[in-house]
């Protein structure tokens, strides 16, 4: 089993949009209403353009299966849902710290435990989600 964090790139487009219609996903979004695939591959590929957001792209055996961003110092995550539950994401987030420095935060809903945990064990500082 290999683990590989690597920058995003314009083809994650379709794996990254699988993962935003995801309804548990959506549901810790502060963007409720999913974006149809040609909208979401406009704002993925905006973000990719943009210098003052990182989005890398967690990678077990070759396949996407998480994705991390980081917009200015807020960082976000989510990890494919047939592959929760194994550690991936608390790696990717750990592997994502060492490229960003410990200044980053997460803006996590109280009701998010799983992110909530995965910032604990990473070591990331969380902020409180305001409406
Ligand atoms: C949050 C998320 C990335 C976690 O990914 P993952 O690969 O399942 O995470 P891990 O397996 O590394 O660890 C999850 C930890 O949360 C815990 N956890 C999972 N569900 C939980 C729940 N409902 N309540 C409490 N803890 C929970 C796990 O037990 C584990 O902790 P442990 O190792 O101490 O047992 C994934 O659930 C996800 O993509 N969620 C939707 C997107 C999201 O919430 N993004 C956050 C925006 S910042």
């Known amino acids: 089993m290999s683990l590989l964090l690597r920058p995003a790139q314009t083809t994650d487009c379709h794996p990254t949009h699988r993962w935003h219609v995801d309804p548990t996903v959506r549901a810790v979004s502060r963007i409720k209403a999913p974006l149809d695939y040609p909208d979401h591959c406009r704002w993925f590929w905006g973000i990719l353009d943009d210098p003052t957001v990182r989005v890398s792209i967690l990678e077990l ?3 996407p299966i998480g994705m991390v ?3 200015c110092l807020e960082m976000s995550w989510v990890v494919d849902a047939e592959h929760r539950g194994k550690g991936y994401g608390t790696e ?8 960003e420095g410990p200044h980053v935060y997460a803006v996590i809903g109280d009701g998010n435990a799983a992110s909530r945990r995965v910032a604990e064990k990473a070591g990331v500082e969380v902020r409180r989600l305001v409406d």
């Open 61 to 63: 055996d070759g396949e």
């Open 69 to 71: 961003r980081v917009d």
């Open 92 to 99: 990717m987030v750990r592997l994502a710290l060492l490229l």
